[in-house]
């Protein structure tokens, strides 16, 4: 039985008599049948328990004891022996399988898997063959938590036996490794049958907790109602660090004495009975919860219904400031819909539905047009924009967008990253790149027999053997490592002997590469949702290969992440109603082109968008990003999935052109409805313009801004090759300017430090 599949109590069976059954047999509640009639077993004749299509998950910090802190270590130490037993006796298996002739006969080779035990069933006894085997697993592990981890095994199992549509097969299970090992999966709760609840079970209850950890200055007697409702930075809980272990409350009668988990209903606490064999009683795993009062909806929308609760997984991470390196979660699964706030709903709710709008994603700058649509819009403005136009008789199919009048709201915005923001990201890089030296120092240092001495130790040693002095001793070598003649290591980097200092900042280098990607999450949904905001939800971009980007612009596409925005704006496009369209460069050329249908040739270096009369053009001058993004939202699909089939109605571009008024050339030129941007290094706070290059509350001084410069163009090599969103340094005299070819050799800054102290100091 597979760890996500519901445990089902009660088996399905139909409340009519089937065909050909006495209808005065035993009813469906189990009552006894009459004098001369089948009598039928009851209890089970209800329909079967499914779980619901909606489901949530929430995670809920553990902060046990040192004592129970070490029983969940060997909890997880249990877990992973006995998944490493699985996975070798898979493998073993499979090999076995794979050998057989009669593996390939189509007949044979069911009956040829169920002798070699490949099924789900067989792990499963495997499982417990192994725990029964074993005398120190039965202390620590039951038979439920063997059985879900047997089910995890067979699930990469059967990807190798069987192909998926394409016809691909996985390779064979691995054992893994001790740090790849970080969840144990529970069993599901029963929702027909009170009180089951195997392997991990969570008790108390949301007041229980707020009671028991109620933070000073609020009322005693406060629910999780009024909680929710305190304005933003309230402290609700007060709650320690490691939080105290409360007992099990007493039971009368036969019970008396003994501690009942089920008739608990104060602070939230994860339980777990124990192996078979265990003689220390439950473990019993605090819940520390969040303690300001803005986490209270979401946590009164998860926990506030116990007859939720789903599933209990514990899942480990590693976090180098706890004791031991790891950090312990509980994983709940709650029968219910994922929470939305009501801001978000809010916002989406009164989302403009009525404008059409087109996106110009960069290197490192997002551009958005909008303009508005008419009540009577065509079918063309509805293949366009998505929105059902309000009379489909009275319109007409081939003419495109109506007419926009003059004076209705033209409205750009364009996303960049302030400077600052850009120097805090640079710095982050030179941490990070600090760290990683500091690993492959350590490395290397506890391996010094797998590396060659490097150029400057050689040449030193050289000298040094000219002048009869002894060879000196080299505690780390700079050089490659050892290989053999056909350029391969002697000995695999996982051979490696690794030290406590090498594991630690390794962790650490973890921990900070996952808060930096969910900082680049949080920015892009963020950024999302105020796009969407101000132009709505119906979008055209263009459908771009982020990937040739990173090979001229890594560093560039690393800060901004394009793609990352480019997938937050699609996911709350659909989740306002809408949808982001994406249309082929080949058939569009959007940079390349003006609003009046004038092809306007521009290289990347150009950023201006500039339609010369004395060429023929009309005359609109304007950002190039802000143009094109205006353009694309008069793309038009003839199957919207497909962006080939995208093309420009440049009839009515020209329409919106002479009807836009003076507000078009103004939103062409600069942002009109700037969008907020977070502080740096604080997602989601602070307010200011989007398109600009400072921040109110960090002037940077030209000395700062100078060193910024310098320093950011050692690691990252910058090169003489313009982005698509900076201008090219200016050509010699007589020269013309030419589009960057990646393939032509590039100039490289010389790495060297700055000649001066960025902070002042002689």
């Not at 132009?535 to 090979?551: A, S, Y």
Request: glycine share 10%.
């Amino acid at each position: 039985m597979s760890p996500s599949d519901t445990i089902l109590d009660a088996v399905a069976a139909d409340t009519a008599a089937p065909p050909g059954r006495d209808p005065n047999t035993a009813p469906a509640d189990g009552t006894a049948a009459p004098a001369g009639g089948r009598r039928f077993r009851g209890g089970n004749k209800g329909p079967v328990w499914r779980r619901p299509a909606e489901v949530t998950v929430v995670r809920l910090r553990l902060t046990p004891d040192p004592a129970a802190r070490y029983r969940l270590e060997r909890l997880f130490d249990a877990g992973w022996q006995l998944q490493r037993a699985l996975k070798g006796d898979a493998r073993a298996r499979a090999i076995a399988y794979r050998s057989d002739c009669r593996s390939r006969i189509p007949g044979q080779a069911a009956a040829r898997r169920r002798e070699l035990g490949l099924s789900r069933e067989g792990l499963e006894r495997a499982a417990y063959r192994h725990l029964d085997a074993s005398g120190h697993l039965k202390h620590h592990l039951s038979k439920a938590v063997a059985m879900h981890l047997a089910d995890q095994v067979w699930t990469g199992l059967e990807r190798h036996l069987f192909p998926d549509k394409s016809g691909r097969r996985h390779g064979l299970p691995k054992a893994g490794t001790w740090q790849g090992f970080t969840r144990l999966p529970g069993r599901a709760r029963s929702h027909t049958i009170a009180r089951k609840w195997e392997t991990f079970r969570l008790h108390g209850t949301l007041a229980g907790h707020l009671t028991a950890h109620t933070a000073p200055g609020l009322l005693p007697a406060i629910t999780p109602q009024q909680a929710a409702a305190l304005p933003p930075g309230t402290t609700v809980l007060a709650q320690r660090r490691t939080m105290p272990t409360p007992s099990a409350p007493r039971a009368g009668g036969k019970d008396s004495g003994r501690g009942l988990w089920w008739d608990h209903a104060g602070p939230l606490v994860v339980v777990y009975a124990g192996g078979p064999a265990g003689a220390r009683g439950d473990l019993v795993l605090p819940v520390r919860l969040p303690q300001g009062s803005a986490q209270w909806p979401h946590l009164l929308h998860v926990l506030g219904d116990p007859a939720a609760w789903h599933k209990v997984d514990l899942v480990r991470r590693a976090a180098p400031a706890e004791p031991g390196g790891w950090a312990y979660e509980a994983h709940l699964m709650v029968l219910t819909h994922p929470y939305i706030p009501a801001s978000t709903m809010t916002r989406r709710a009164i989302a403009p539905t009525d404008r059409r709008g087109g996106v110009d994603a960069n290197v490192s700058n997002l551009a958005a047009v909008s303009f508005p649509t008419p009540p009577s819009a065509s079918p063309a403005t509805a293949r366009v924009c998505g929105v059902r136009p309000a009379d489909p008789d009275n319109a007409s199919p081939g003419t495109g967008p109506p007419p926009i009048a003059a004076g209705t709201a033209v409205v750009s915005s364009k996303v960049t990253l302030p400077e600052a923001e850009q120097v805090r990201l640079v710095r982050q890089e030179h941490k990070r790149r600090r760290r990683q030296r500091a690993l492959e120092r350590s490395r290397r240092a506890a391996n010094t027999t797998q590396y060659e001495p490097g150029k400057r130790q050689r040449e030193r040693d050289r000298r040094r053997q000219a002048a009869g002095l002894p060879p000196k001793q080299v505690p780390v070598p700079a050089g490659p490592r050892v290989a053999r003649a056909d350029g391969k290591p002697r000995r695999s980097p996982r051979s490696d002997t690794l030290s406590r200092t090498y594991r630690r900042l390794r962790a650490r280098l973890a921990a900070a590469d996952q808060r930096a990607a969910q900082s680049r999450a949080t920015r892009a949904r963020q950024t999302a949702a105020q796009i969407v905001a101000v132009h709505g939800p119906h979008l055209v971009i263009e459908d771009c290969r982020i990937t040739g980007w990173f090979r001229l612009w890594g560093r560039a596409c690393a800060r901004f992440t394009p793609g990352m925005l480019t997938a937050a704006l699609q996911d709350e496009c659909a989740k306002t109603g809408g949808q982001l369209l994406r249309a082929s460069t080949v058939t569009t050329a959007l940079s390349q082109h003006c609003l009046c249908g004038r092809r306007v040739p521009k290289p990347l270096g150009v950023r201006v968008h500039e339609c010369r009369v004395e060429d023929g053009g009309c005359g609109l001058t304007g950002d190039r990003d802000l143009t094109a993004a205006a353009l694309a939202a008069f793309v038009h699909f003839t199957d919207p999935g497909d962006p080939s089939t995208a093309r420009v109605d440049y009839t009515s571009s020209r329409r919106a052109l002479g009807a836009g008024g003076p507000g078009l050339p103004g939103a062409l030129t600069e942002s009109t409805a700037p969008l907020p941007t977070p502080r740096p290094g604080k997602a989601g706070t602070g307010t200011g313009t989007a398109a600009a290059a400072h921040h109110p509350e960090r002037r940077l001084d030209a000395r700062w801004r100078a060193w910024w410069r310098a320093a950011s163009a050692r690691p990252t090599r910058t090169s003489t090759v313009p982005t698509p969103d900076e201008p090219p340094p200016p050509p010699p005299t007589g020269r013309a300017m030419v589009t960057p070819d990646r393939h032509r050799p590039r100039t490289r800054l010389p790495d060297r430090s700055p000649t001066h102290d960025p902070s002042g100091r002689p």
